[in-house]
């Protein structure tokens, strides 16, 4: 079936410092893939996409590209904030899967802290 | 608008009881998600509807578990006899139908089983 492996972390950061999450994934079809993040005590929110292989996505100065040859949509962020601590989940949603082909998949979620 | 609205925020049930929890989408969005986050588990996809049928139930962990939308609108999971390791964040998300679209997600109910 389909997965999602991302670094779990935490991922201690200073205020400042270049971000990169990796997130590498399997899917049986021609997945569009995700990250949604938890801010401490609300809800997952989306924070960017990408449908088809070379997009990218990007929003809140976070981007990610759809590597379809790696199997990989790594998250980046040239200068994290201290708002920026938070857990990022990446996901997929693979219509040609096999079974929760219309849910998504989520990885494990990585715990991100940014020190000031 | 209104988002995702579940109730209630938290349960704490007796090994055994059932428990029903409510998820009301934002107006409008055909598809519905059930998803479970736990600790050991992370989140796991559920149940899927679009409109009141569930083409996809393969994420239900047992029969214990089941789940209904009537009028295309509120969901209702279920579960029965209800074991510790059923305790997790279940949370509901909603989007405009199938395919690629944002889920959008509510607060989620915290189950504890005691």
């Known amino acids: 079936g389909d997965s999602v492996t991302q670094m779990e972390g935490p991922v201690t950061l200073s205020e400042e410092a270049f971000l990169t999450i990796n997130c590498t994934y399997t899917?049986?079809?021609?997945?569009?893939l995700f990250w949604y993040v938890q801010y401490p005590g609300e809800g997952l929110q989306l924070l960017l996409k990408?449908?088809?292989?070379?997009d990218k996505g990007s929003n809140k100065g976070f981007e990610a590209t759809y590597r379809k040859e790696t199997t990989s949509f790594h998250l980046e962020k040239g200068s994290v904030q201290v708002s920026d601590s938070a857990v990022y989940f990446c996901a997929l949603s693979d219509p040609r899967g096999g079974g929760g082909a219309d849910g998504l998949t989520f990885g494990k979620g990585t715990h991100l802290i940014i020190q000031p | 608008g209104a988002g995702v609205s579940q109730s209630p925020s938290n349960k704490v049930t007796e090994k055994g009881k059932d428990v029903e929890l409510r998820c009301d989408p934002i107006?409008?969005?055909?598809?519905l998600y059930w998803y479970r986050q736990s600790l050991g588990q992370g989140l796991e996809f559920l149940i899927y509807f679009q409109g009141n049928s569930a083409p996809d139930k393969s994420g239900l962990p047992s029969d214990r578990f089941s789940a209904e939308r009537t009028g295309g609108s509120v969901s209702t999971l279920t579960i029965q006899r209800t074991q510790q390791e059923d305790s997790a964040v279940y949370l509901c998300?909603?989007?405009?139908?199938?395919?690629?679209?944002?889920?959008?997600f509510g607060p989620g109910t915290r189950l504890t089983v005691t």
């Open positions: 998300a909603s989007s405009p139908g199938r395919g690629p679209y944002e889920q959008y």
């Open positions: 899917a049986t079809g021609y997945p569009s």
């Open positions: 107006s409008g969005h055909t598809a």
């Open positions: 990408a449908t088809k292989a070379d």
